[in-house]
């Protein structure tokens, strides 16, 4: 199988394949798959592409769930996770990181230059700053606005879909809607056909200071192996982290399920440990294989993920159990 291998198949399911190709969550993963793909389309590595790619929305500052912009802890501080991982089982993640826009390449440098593969905090900042990044206010007006609106009841009810957002009936966009999202997970395979994938996010709106989700945990909210493919997720880390979805879904491809089979069992284990639970909150898996083959499920309608290869750029609407 080559790069030129020609696409097949359609959509939603995943009898898609073929690659380069690269696939992201959520629809503002359509300007991130385009960086991305400004690299695998000149036959460039996986992993500089998901890396290329994820900047893009961490750097959005209307995007309140990832980098910039994103909306800050119940103490008024953005304190960002990431984690990335190329075909030879290197990693790095990042967790609790204030004051730097891009903490996917930081985690980038913690997987290369040290021995270790995850930093957290005040010791991940010092590494940022130590390798060159500058530090930055990333709490912006509009984000500030809408966490002094949330002390004014200091309420925390996540919303499926839009976990990252303080709701407000009337005026934000409905569950299920084009505007909602979360953290971006990005898995790409280039035209060697090696495969890398990366993740980052700005955390659930309002919660606890130090609380780190799904998003920087490898296995969890991004695992990657390069005999198989590579998994990431969205939604509500606490289960993720549960049923260490992302690697479940890989070993699911590598025992023959389809991506889109394999992330369905993922959301049923989640529904099976807590069913009542689950139909409360949004949790959405993305999977693509080494054959180029994509797919995703979720629990509750509402979850779109983007994908980029030779023929098609567009976004899918994944489907869900609910």
């Given at each position: 199988m080559t790069g030129k291998q020609l696409f097949a198949g359609s959509f939603p399911d995943a009898s898609n394949a073929g690659y380069p190709v690269v696939v992201s969550t959520w629809d503002f993963g359509k300007a991130a798959n385009a960086a991305a793909w400004e690299i695998l389309s000149r036959s460039g590595r996986a992993l500089d592409a998901v890396e290329a790619g994820v900047r893009i929305p961490e750097a959005d500052e209307t995007n309140q769930s990832v980098g910039y912009g994103g909306l800050p802890d119940r103490d008024g501080r953005v304190t960002l996770d990431a984690c990335i991982m190329d075909e030879k089982y290197n990693c790095g993640s990042v967790m609790c990181l204030e004051h730097i826009k891009h903490p996917i390449s930081v985690a980038r440098l913690v997987m290369e230059k040290t021995p270790h593969i995850i930093l957290t905090g005040e010791g991940a900042?010092?590494?940022a700053l130590a390798n060159g990044f500058k530090k930055e206010n990333l709490l912006t007006p509009a984000a500030e606005k809408a966490w002094r609106e949330w002390l004014k009841t200091s309420e925390y009810k996540p919303v499926a879909n839009i976990?990252?957002?303080l709701y407000q009936p009337g005026k934000d966009p409905m569950p299920g809607s084009k505007d909602n999202h979360d953290t971006i997970g990005m898995l790409a395979l280039d035209a060697q056909g090696n495969i890398s994938g990366a993740c980052t996010t700005s955390g659930l709106a309002y919660k606890m200071q130090g609380r780190v989700g799904d998003s920087p945990v490898i296995g969890a909210g991004l695992y990657v192996d390069n005999e198989v493919g590579g998994a990431t997720a969205t939604g509500v880390g606490e289960e993720?982290?549960?049923i260490v979805g992302a690697?479940?879904?890989?070993?699911?491809m590598r025992q023959g399920r389809s991506p889109q089979a394999a992330c369905r069992e993922a959301?049923?284990?989640?529904?099976k440990r807590n069913p009542a639970r689950a139909k409360e909150i949004q949790v959405g898996f993305l999977a693509?294989?080494?054959k180029g083959e994509y797919g995703a499920y979720c629990l509750q309608k509402g979850f779109t993920y983007a994908v980029r290869n030779q023929h098609t750029d567009t976004v899918i609407h994944s489907n869900s159990i609910y």
């Open positions: 900042l010092r590494f976990e990252n957002q993720v982290i549960r690697h479940l879904i890989v070993e699911l959301v049923e284990r989640i529904i693509l294989n080494k």
